[in-house]
């Protein structure tokens, strides 16, 4: 008999130390290197282009020039001086435990083929539920926001009619319409698009002039739309926008969807996370009023991509809505993963969590937001300082602005800004205005980064005034 070809076969302890510890220093420059891509485009496609797939080498060999391809080609957009994104740098414990799942592997979309994993991951969903006040609902995690969006979109329409089960859209006479703000995250369309509800059906809620939902317009478009052809279904608020992290005002809008008897969701994909600081549930105050709520671990819990969560009070409209029989899949309890979400086989996703609950503890997620908190407040302090007016009044540690000195055109701004590479920030529209963005994500993120930061700003509008 053939034996296993060598290079598939891994047990040596010493070798493996080795192997971690070059993926663990893959962390050395997130601290204070450059973010940009130190390669141009060209440099990018050269390299690639150059490894040669027919004379397979060492893995310690592979890893190395892996992690040197994307050392020089990435955005390093989990470092400490990347503010443009929701990217968090990767906390070890999560690291750690995703490496786990991948080498037990467990198929957890069957419980009886991996009950512990199971069970482990839905104490942690449950964990969740719990804190949404969701005490008989169900959660599970998802491949990130846009998952967890899609299914809380899933679960409305099968709440909205009996029949979409069997008949999809075709079940309403009339255009199932959903309601999100104007600065949603636009995710909502792709997810109309390929639910076959179209993206007409995803109705934008103009702003208040502050990046929140017009409550008061919400509930005239509905009564409007209802008169036109359209079959509201869902109303799904946002806390924490991307662009400002600004919050909608979630208990009016809960207040209209049970008005209307719709589903009523809450996309926390970022914000979300504060559930596990009991000292911030304020600033989300509302959330527990929702029919189902999005939260990315991938966000704020500073795991990696991609783990969204998707938490639904009512747990039997998600699973109506996956269920399917078949011969080769165990029939079991009927709350096996394969049909009660969107997803089949399925990675042991919640293990990241798990591990950054066990070792990071509610405590130290505590101290990272109280680390970020801070860190935005202090650029909120120094951005007027230097003739930079901050734009939007989030309570959360997102930050937009412009320059007020020269009324200098934001993206030109961020375009110096990146040429130099040592920082970053994002480019947003918001409320009809052209502003730079910044976020905190990394645990890496210090005062002298914000400072670092600022003198990158002040040196931009130098140059492009010069
Ligand atoms: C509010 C909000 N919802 C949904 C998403 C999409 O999440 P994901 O990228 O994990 O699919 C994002 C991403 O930034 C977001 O900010």
Known sequence: MPKPPAAFIYTDQADITELLSQIGSAYTNMKDGSVAPVWSDQAIKDNISAVDFSKPIPLDQALHEAANLMEHGDLRSAS??????????????AVVGDILAAVRNPQICVTSHAH????????????????LDMQAGTA???????????TAVLAALCRASSDYIEHGVRAFAKTPSLYVSADSHLAWIKIAKATGLGAAAVRLVPTTGDGRMDAQGLGAMIADDRQSGFYPFMIAATCGTTGASMIDPLHACFEIARDNNIHYHVDAAWAGALIFDKTRLGLLAGIETADSVTID?????????????IAMRDPSFAANVFSVKTSYMPDGDGQDFYITTNQWSRRFLGLRLWMMLRVVGETGYRDLFDQ???????????LPKYGWTVRNTSPLPVIVFDDTKHGLDSQKIADEVERHGRVWLGRVDFEGRSVLRFCTT??????????????ALNTARRTLTK
Not at 140 to 150: D, I, Q, V
Not at 446 to 454: C, E, S, V
């Open 80 to 93: 400490a001086r990347c503010f443009g994104y929701f990217n968090p740098t990767s906390a070890w414990p």
């Open 116 to 131: 512990a994993s199971v069970t482990m991951e839905r104490t942690i969903a449950d964990m969740v539920c719990k804190k």
């Open 140 to 150: 599970h995690f998802t491949s990130g926001g846009s998952e967890a969006n899609e």
């Open 297 to 309: 671990a991938h966000k704020w819990l500073s795991v990696p991509m991609g783990a969204g969560i």
């Open 372 to 382: 970020h908190f801070a860190l935005a407040d202090y650029l909120r302090t120094q």
């Open 442 to 455: 990394s645990y890496l993120s210090t005062k002298a980064d914000i400072d670092f930061l600022m003198d």
